[in-house]
């Protein structure tokens, strides 16, 4: 509760020293996601030929984009500056300095910087999920309205253990943590799209392996496409939240474990 | 002379054999982005037989083509320049550059050839046999051939004198990954680089048609297809030396400016 005090007085801080930049801190939102707007606009254009994928309609698509950005902007507040910040810092050595401090290493890399470049994600992602609820005649109500919450907090563990997991490998090898999370992230550009779309070994892997399916395209068949088969078992929709809650104990016992392993870089 | 920048060209090719580890993992992320590309033509073909379009009928094997194309030149339309002119200005090496005798663009260029040619022997091979190995793309005529090859050289300058003039804004904008982050979003959407243009009409093709960002992508890619007939041809590679010249004389304007304006912090 305390940290949580604390946290909600550094944030205020942060952005106050951040506005010191004037225009270059503004620019920071629309910079970031600019990459977004580009990538819906031609999926946009995409759909004004084909109409349609797999059976997914253009605002079908929309929807899971929107659980993949926003999920990912929350999880990349908190964490994937943070991980870099890091991994720097066990490059330089200057990481044995948290350690000696009367606090939790994990905390303190939390406290170290926040990601106001995903806040425009965030707002992005709330205006493709209006655009999209509206289209397709989505209702939130109570049962929807906790379901949609639930797996949107899911998703957000999930890809907080995948950040802080890569983050945790650069304990064992410096400059390793990056690398394994742009693969990831390339990984997940699979779930842009339906993953119907890709042979059955790639939905194996998107589903048990490496979860992306869990942040969108589970969680979406509790409000699109109801009555439609799943791959593999239509209880898996409601599994997001308890996926996501687990993985984040593991991404924290694998942080643990990987403090307990760092011997420093002796630099 | 010469000798200088085959230095320069050799140095820096030697700093990028650092990452040489790193091929593997290059190559997998390239494979990927490739790959959902593949999928989702496959999808869009799996109800449909070819799909018309304005220069005639299109395959799968064509588009799938095309998706291998587009993935080899997205590897040399990689923005270096802008980075490396953006390092100089902030760190002040640029006032060095300038009383050395050699010519700043011609340094710069030699540097950005050198990562190149790694990016060639490291990324761009292994990718171009994945590609035909696993996708079977279609061979073009030799006349085809040579107008792609010579489309793509320009489109490739045309790319590198853009990304020179974000380089050169350094001088005025200290942050440029925002302006970089525009140009990306600008290419995704309207080179055809994901959905070629032939697809379309209306007045998002008009856009694509007037800007230059289809010259890197769309036109070579077209023309290995062989969906330019000989007017096409001499418009479009016309068109690609005018632009040329356009980006050449902004550069020219500007940096007479920018070292007017130069400012070192510090140095």
Known sequence: MNFIRLYLAFIPVYIKSKTEYGIYFYSDFWAFTIGHVANCTALWVFFQKFHEINGWNFYEVMLLFAFNIFTYGIAGIFFEFQMNELEGMIHEGTFDGILVKPASPFLQIICRTFGHFFLGDIVLAVVLFFISFRALHIVIDLQTGIAFVGSLLGGILIYSSFIVMTGAANFWSVRTGSVARNLLWDVKGFTDYPITIYKKFIQVILSFVLPFAFINFYPVHMFIKKGEAMPFHSMLRFGTPILGIAMFFLAYKVWNKGINRYQGTES | ?267
Not at chain 2, 7 to 18: G, P, Q
Not at chain 2, 196 to 213: C, E, I, R, T, V
Not at chain 2, 228 to 254: A, D, H, P, S
């Open chain 2, 1 to 267: 002379m010469l000798k200088a920048y085959i230095e320069i060209a050799k140095n820096s090719f030697m700093t990028e054999m650092e990452y040489r580890n790193m091929t593997f993992i290059m190559l997998l992320s390239g494979v990927m982005g490739m790959w959902v590309q593949v999928f989702i033509w496959q999808a869009v073909y799996s109800t449909k037989g070819d799909i018309s379009s304005t220069v005639g009928n299109i395959g799968l094997n064509e588009m799938i083509t095309y998706v291998l194309l587009s993935s080899c030149i997205a590897i040399f339309a990689d923005n270096h320049m802008s980075w490396i002119i953006f390092r100089k200005v902030l760190k002040g090496e640029v006032a060095m550059d300038l009383i050395k005798p050699i010519n700043f663009k011609a340094g710069i260029f030699s540097q950005a050839f050198g990562a190149m040619i790694f990016m060639i022997i490291f990324k761009f091979i292994p990718i171009l046999v994945v590609g035909i190995l696993f996708f079977k793309p279609v061979l073009s005529t030799p006349f085809n051939f040579l107008i792609f090859i010579v489309t793509f050289i320009n489109g490739l300058a045309i790319f590198n004198l853009m990304t020179f003039i974000i380089g050169l804004l350094s001088f005025w904008y200290t942050w440029i990954w925002q302006f970089n982050r525009l140009l990306a979003s600008l290419i995704q959407l309207f080179s055809g680089a994901f959905i070629p243009l032939w697809f379309f009409g209306g007045q998002f093709k008009a856009a694509a048609d007037l800007l230059p960002f289809r010259f890197i992508y769309y036109t070579p890619i077209t023309a290995y297809l062989g969906k330019y007939n000989i007017n096409t041809f001499v418009r479009e590679i016309g068109l690609q030396f005018l632009w040329i010249i356009i980006l050449y004389l902004m550069i020219k304007v500007m940096w007479s400016r920018a070292v007017d304006k130069l400012v070192i912090n510090g140095g």
